[in-house]
């Protein structure tokens, strides 16, 4: 079946701009994940979903990143007033069941944001 | 809080010679381990992951891992490297029952040169 699913793939912003990143995961897919990888490193945790509710933003980097999930399916990370240092590979994730750990995150193809 | 550390940044071996990327975690309970790979412009790949039981996992295209606990490692071998095999090689690290949804923490990833 089809996989995780990011779009736009590649976008260019001005710094100040606002951005939009959304995420199609697996169909059915409870949980939802969002990560930030930045040039050479390993993705970083933004947020989590399970099903519609947002249980963990711990990894956000300021107030300037929301996320949302409103029918728990589809996901949109916003960046507001981006940043050059926002410029990173955004990884969106998704796995069947709620916490339990052992379940496999699947992930997307990932946006690269450039902001100039 | 759990980290991951990665050996090497770069690793190269010849073709048909053996691969070990090296993985070190700590971690406050018993971890969940993952070995994922990523080829250019495409999401990460789990290559396999270790829950519990057998500590030597078996995953995809000839990759195995071990778990010691003893030495807090989750080295990742190939026997024989494929010109194929030359990509992005990350692991991660989950502690399940922490956090809503077992984030994963990643290593800084190992790019795997291969020489024909």
């Known amino acids: 079946g089809a996989g995780v699913s990011q779009s736009p793939r590649y976008k260019v912003a001005k710094r100040g701009q606002d951005v939009a990143l959304r995420c199609d995961p697996i169909?059915?897919?409870?949980?939802l994940f969002w990560y930030q990888q930045a040039l050479g490193q390993g993705p970083e945790f933004l947020t989590y979903?399970?099903?519609?509710?947002?249980?963990?933003k711990s990894g956000l980097p300021s107030d300037r990143f929301f996320a949302e999930r409103p029918e728990g399916s589809v996901s949109t990370l916003k960046i507001q007033r981006t940043q050059q240092e926002d410029s990173a590979v955004y990884l969106c994730?998704?796995?069947?069941?709620?916490?339990?750990?052992?379940?496999?995150?699947?992930f997307g193809p990932g946006t690269r944001l450039l902001v100039l | 809080a759990q980290s991951v550390t990665q050996l090497g940044s770069h690793v190269s071996v010849s073709e048909g010679a053996l691969v070990l990327l090296r993985c070190n975690y700590s971690?406050?309970?018993?971890?969940?381990l993952f070995w994922y790979v990523q080829y250019p412009n495409q999401g990460l790949q789990l290559l396999l992951k270790?829950?519990?039981?057998?500590?030597l996992v078996k995953g995809i295209n000839g990759f195995e891992a071990e778990f010691k606990k003893s030495e807090t490692s989750f080295h990742l071998t190939k026997p024989s490297a494929h010109m194929s095999d030359a990509a992005e090689y990350f692991c991660?690290?989950?502690?399940?029952?922490?956090?809503?949804?077992?984030?994963?923490?990643f290593g800084g990833g190992t790019r795997l040169m291969v020489k024909p």
């Open positions: 169909s059915g897919h409870v949980s």
């Open positions: 994730a998704s796995s069947p069941r709620t916490s339990g750990g052992v379940e496999t995150q699947y």
């Open positions: 270790y829950t519990t039981g057998a500590t």
């Open positions: 979903f399970q099903n519609e509710a947002q249980l963990d």
């Open positions: 971690s406050s309970v018993p971890p969940y």
């Open positions: 991660a690290v989950s502690e399940p029952g922490l956090r809503a949804g077992n984030m994963l923490t």
